[in-house]
């Protein structure tokens, strides 16, 4: 089966621009995830998505972060405008239903803000 | 919140020795994940345990869950340089966060030929 595909894969923008990335899931996972992870950390949970709804987006910065998941299978992560904390790599993983914790990740996209 | 501690950091080593790397916290967890991940690539998953003492083994890794459910333990028996990447664990607190996940800081691991 097809992995999880991301893009792009590296994106470099100045601070207070805006960004978006794009994340397509295993072909019938329903929950999606996108994570962001720094340089040195582990993966932080931004928000998780079941079919097209929110699940937890507990974590995320709303006040410059975005996603969405319409029609329930591509999703798209938005920061508007860009701090220089927000270069990291951000991981979109998916799985087949909410209770399963075997995620499968994409490659993520490298942000590198400047 | 719950916390996930790995140690060490780093860890350097010659090809053919043993390594242990931890994975621990104060809270518990209903499981707990292992991923190992390469640059430039996502964290892919190696193992889940899900009973307290669980013990599971993958040709060379051995991966232990706590009798508490707190902690994990990652064994390598003669690393190879192909062993080389970042390690993370990560936990699920159960009960309604379904799905969600708590990771470590990760390990860097590399196995020098």
């Known amino acids: 089966e097809a992995g999880v595909a991301q893009s792009p894969r590296y994106k470099i923008i100045e601070k207070r621009q805006s960004v978006a990335f794009w994340c397509n899931p295993i072909s019938g996972h329903a929950t999606l995830y996108w994570y962001q992870q720094i340089l040195g950390q582990g993966p932080k949970l931004l928000i998780q998505f079941q079919n097209n709804g929110v699940v937890d987006d507990s974590q995320l910065p709303k006040d410059r972060f975005s996603a969405e998941r319409l029609k329930g299978v591509d999703s798209t992560l938005k920061i508007q405008p860009a701090k220089l904390e927000d270069s990291a790599v951000y991981l979109c993983?998916?799985?087949?239903?909410?209770?399963?914790?075997?995620?499968?990740f994409g490659s993520g996209t490298r942000l590198t803000v400047v | 919140t719950q916390l996930l501690e790995q140690s060490p950091q780093f860890l350097s080593i010659q090809e053919g020795e043993n390594l242990t790397v931890y994975c621990n916290s104060s809270?518990?967890?209903?499981?707990l994940q292992w991923y190992r991940q390469e640059p430039g690539e996502g964290p892919v998953l190696l193992v889940t345990?899900?009973?307290?003492?669980e013990v599971k083994k993958l040709k060379r890794l051995t991966f232990q869950f706590g009798d508490a459910r707190k902690d994990s333990s990652l064994h390598i028996t003669a690393a190879q340089p192909g062993d080389t990447g970042l390690y993370l664990c990560?936990?699920?607190?159960?009960?309604?966060?379904?799905?969600?996940?708590?990771f470590g800081q990760g390990t860097i691991l590399t196995v020098h030929p």
């Open positions: 809270s518990v967890f209903s499981s």
């Open positions: 990560a936990g699920a607190p159960g009960g309604t966060s379904y799905g969600k996940l708590t």
């Open positions: 993983a998916s799985s087949f239903r909410l209770r399963d914790y075997g995620y499968t």
């Open positions: 345990v899900v009973t307290g003492g």
